[in-house]
């Protein structure tokens, strides 16, 4: 290791009052640890806690960026970092908080250290937790003195082989230093720093560097922490971009003794979006553990590979034996590769008592139970191709469950790729009414609120019988592909019902928006099947049954929208039957036209069927304002 040469400042004068207060906080250990859950947004469950400190309230170092700075200031950054680590880690373990303990020092401190030698951060760390438990949080709040990069990279690795993971902090700010370090460190974790989380909702530029710390953090193969959330806009919208995990106000405010689970407000707006995440996928969550999981044994690290070889040898079917340390997944050992190593000359006598490390992967892909099997094919397909041959592990909020194949992987997939082409409409290749009336049974079990809308062609028929029905297939295709552009796959669910008719789930809180841009783009898009002569007169000549010559307007397309809160239907077939009604009184409009159904329905506990006097209970129309739907009028005319 390079040796370590700083140059610290001494106490600095006209401080004398704070320095003797900094002192006695340091000697009394008068600091007090909070914690901030780090929430999984796949799932809402905590993950982890950053552990963060705050001084004595009755102090002028009550505020933790007047602690460190006066500390810094002082030489003193070293001494207060690490009794703020041994604060924190203490408390962490005797509150017995699940999960990573994330543990912030900055990284001129972290190379300060003479970390080969005992009674430092190592002795403290591994003191109350596992280091499988601790994250190192790299981050610089405050002005850094010079450091050597390669001194740093030496202390990260020190660590990382103790089996400590690294996060770096603060990703953004000061971004060219950010990004180099994180080349060179190769974090498991990058948080984003607070100012591209902010409003992010508001700014396409911050969205736009959020999505591109995504892709990297993809390929690099780490995980996105986005700091700051403090708002449910913000929180979703960060959802919508991929990222893993979230942490800020909104979530959970830093606390003494934080909440073990994550807020029911937060749990039910991440349930809503996983719902509609998972539109049109039959891999919903828990899949995974009813269709791919195996329980493969597990041997601890020390385990000679003598003994791991010997299970495969007395278990054919036995694909992969994974390496557990405290219920943690640490590697996993491939039944081919293991024995293909062993045929070699002389390996087993080489290495037939030696522990099993030497052959395990150390990387493996390592997923949660409630993963879909739809997000599971995207991280094998964009990860290294040995997972598809070794596998993969699952777990259970950490803790080891069993493991998966490529092979029973792929074989799901076929079958869930069958089974929606057995219901997918042939015209559009949109789902059918099998899956439709699923995912909205889907959206009423998770108690979702959603906006279920009945799209419908007007005065379609005597267009097939004037145009001919290849023109009237093709009005279909292009409908269903304005649909499709108009709807947000990651929130909402389009599906053909039959014939002319679509049917669309929204979870997008900007689906009356979306319906209008919907009926914009029809109305520009159909004119273009009708000649000009039916153009110039707005319709069309047929002959009906008896003969008779009749004039018909040119297609239009009609919407009719039933807002859905939870407890309010218990059916496919209610919500079907309330919104073909709305759709009815759209018809009812004159040109392209939405119809919302506003009428708040009583909450039902138990199935019926609608009876007269609800179905025919009056509708309100936005229209005009009025609860008298014998009026209706254009919303969107064309």
């Known amino acids: 290791m390079a040796s370590v040469n700083l140059t610290l400042p001494t106490p600095l004068g006209g401080h004398t009052e704070q320095l003797r207060t900094l002192y006695n906080i340091m000697e009394l250990q008068r600091l007090t640890p909070l914690f901030q859950p780090i929430v999984d947004l796949k799932n809402s469950r905590i993950v982890g806690y950053e552990g963060l400190i705050r001084g004595p309230s009755d102090s002028p170092l009550h505020s933790p960026h007047k602690l460190l700075k006066l500390a810094r200031q002082s030489g003193m950054a070293y001494d207060i970092e690490k009794l703020c680590c041994k604060v924190v880690v203490e408390q962490f373990a005797q509150l017995k908080l699940p999960g990573f303990l994330f543990v912030n020092f900055s990284p001129d401190v972290l190379v300060l250290h003479n970390f080969r030698e005992n009674g430092g951060l190592d002795a403290i760390l591994q003191a109350a937790l596992e280091p499988s438990r601790v994250v190192i949080e790299l981050s610089e709040n405050e002005p850094a003195f010079e450091y050597n990069l390669d001194m740093l990279l030496d202390a990260a690795a020190h660590y990382q082989s103790l089996g400590y993971k690294i996060a770096l902090g603060d990703l953004g700010e000061g971004i060219s230093t950010s990004l180099r370090r994180w080349a060179e460190l190769r974090p498991a974790f990058v948080k984003i720093d607070r100012h591209f989380i902010q409003n992010i909702d508001k700014d396409a530029v911050k969205t736009q560097f959020v999505k591109s710390f995504h892709e990297i953090a993809a390929d690099a193969g780490c995980q996105v922490i986005a700091e700051g959330i403090e708002t449910h806009a913000e929180l979703m919208l960060v959802r919508e971009l991929g990222v893993h995990f979230g942490q800020g106000y909104h979530i959970a405010r830093p606390d003494e003794s934080p909440s073990l689970v994550a807020s029911a407000e937060v749990v039910k707006s991440l349930r809503e979006h996983a719902a509609f995440r998972n539109a049109g996928d039959t891999g919903q969550v828990g899949l995974i553990e009813q269709k791919l999981l195996i329980k493969a044994p597990s041997v601890c690290p020390d385990t000679p590979n003598e003994v791991v070889f010997d299970m ?43 522990p099993c490390l030497k052959f395990m992967d150390e990387e493996p892909l390592i997923v949660d139970k ?268 064309c």
């Not at 278990?315 to 034996?321: K, N």
């Not at 809308?453 to 009005?475: E, M, R, T, W």
């Not at 496919?572 to 009604?581: C, D, G, L, N, R």
Request: with cysteine; glycine share 8%.
């Open 370 to 637: 409630n993963i879909s099997i739809q997000e599971l094919s995207h991280l094998i397909a964009a990860g290294d191709r040995r997972h598809l041959a070794n596998g993969f592990i699952i777990t259970d909020e950490g803790r080891y469950l069993g493991i998966g194949t490529g092979h029973d992987l792929i074989r799901e997939i076929t079958e869930m790729q069958i089974r929606a082409a057995r219901y997918a409409n042939p015209l559009t290749q949109l789902p059918g009414n099998a899956p439709i009336n699923e995912h909205i049974d889907m959206l009423l079990n998770t108690r979702a609120s959603f906006c279920a809308c009945y799209c419908d062609l007007d005065h379609f028929k005597p267009f097939n019988d004037v145009y001919g029905f290849s023109q009237g297939d093709a009005i279909i295709q292009v409908t269903g592909r304005i649909l499709a552009e108009c709807c947000d796959s990651e929130q909402d669910f389009l599906g053909h019902i039959g014939g002319d008719d679509f049917f669309i789930l929204f979870g997008s809180p900007d689906w009356e928006n979306r319906c209008r841009l919907i009926l914009e783009k029809f109305g520009e898009a159909v004119v273009r099947f009708f000649s000009v002569e039916d153009r110039e007169r707005g319709g069309y000549i047929s002959e009906n049954r008896r003969g008779e010559k009749e004039f018909h307007p040119l297609t239009t397309l009609s919407i009719g929208a039933l807002k859905v809160e939870p407890g309010m239907f218990n059916s496919y077939m209610e919500i079907s039957t309330v919104s073909a009604e709305a759709k009815k009184m759209a018809k009812k409009i004159s040109g392209n036209s939405l119809y919302i159904n506003s009428r708040e329905y009583p909450a039902m506990t138990a199935p019926r069927s609608l009876s007269t006097e609800w179905q025919m209970a009056p509708l309100k129309n936005i229209a005009s304002g009025a609860g008298d739907a014998s009026q209706p009028r254009s919303l969107a005319p």
């Open 312 to 354: 495969f040898e007395g278990d054919e079917q036995l694909h992969a034996v994974v390496v557990v340390k405290e219920q943690v997944p640490v590697g996993l050992i491939n039944r081919h590769n293991l024995i293909d190593r062993f045929a070699r000359p002389f390996r087993h006598e080489l290495y037939g008592k030696k």
